[in-house]
């Protein structure tokens, strides 16, 4: 399995079970819709980033040169699309099933404008991401240069 096929099914099948946990919460608790959505958003954008940043710093410990690092772009957005588009329609079927509700929302919309925000929001952090964890890693690899060569006063050697 290829790895942005894995970040895909991933990251997407995430985003299709918080849809159906939003979508029975709301049935129970409709007054906390704001709070449930935002805790949703939360930890779709958290496991992106938190897969971003270990990717990030993998990237860089194998490949210290900047210049020789992999294309974790297009990895990711490979990953982030076809999380987006296999999200909206696995949606879109599972809304047919009753007492699901996911908004009744139609197969254009769920293909277009519903797999564009999930692109984003797996695409977007993820970047972010893979920035930080290549920049830990950077520092992590600065600090044991400089500490390499560094002998506390009055040491014998």
């Keep these: ?22 979508g029975f919460a709301m049935g ?3 007054t906390f819709g ?3 959505r935002l805790l949703c958003l939360v930890v779709l954008i958290g496991a992106a980033v938190a897969w971003g940043l270990l990717d990030g710093r ?8 900047p210049e020789r690092g992999a294309d974790l772009t297009i990895l990711w957005l490979q990953a982030a699309v076809a999380g987006g588009i296999g999200c909206g329609l696995v949606s879109w079927l599972l809304d047919f099933i009753p007492r699901v509700d996911l908004g009744d929302a139609g197969l254009l919309f769920e293909a277009t404008a519903a797999s564009a925000f999930i692109v ?7 970047l972010v991401g893979v920035a930080v964890g290549r920049r830990m890693a950077r520092r ?12 506390p006063a009055g040491s014998a050697a």
């Design 140 to 151: 992590e690899q600065n600090r044991t240069i400089d500490t390499a060569g560094f002998r």
């Design 1 to 22: 399995m290829t790895a942005w096929l894995l970040r895909a099914l991933a990251l997407g099948g995430l985003a299709v079970v918080l849809r159906v946990l939003l």
């Design 120 to 126: 984003l929001l797996i695409f977007v952090p993820a």
């Design 28 to 30: 129970f608790v409709p």
């Design 34 to 36: 704001v709070w449930l």
């Design 58 to 65: 993998a990237d860089r410990r194998a490949n210290p040169n």
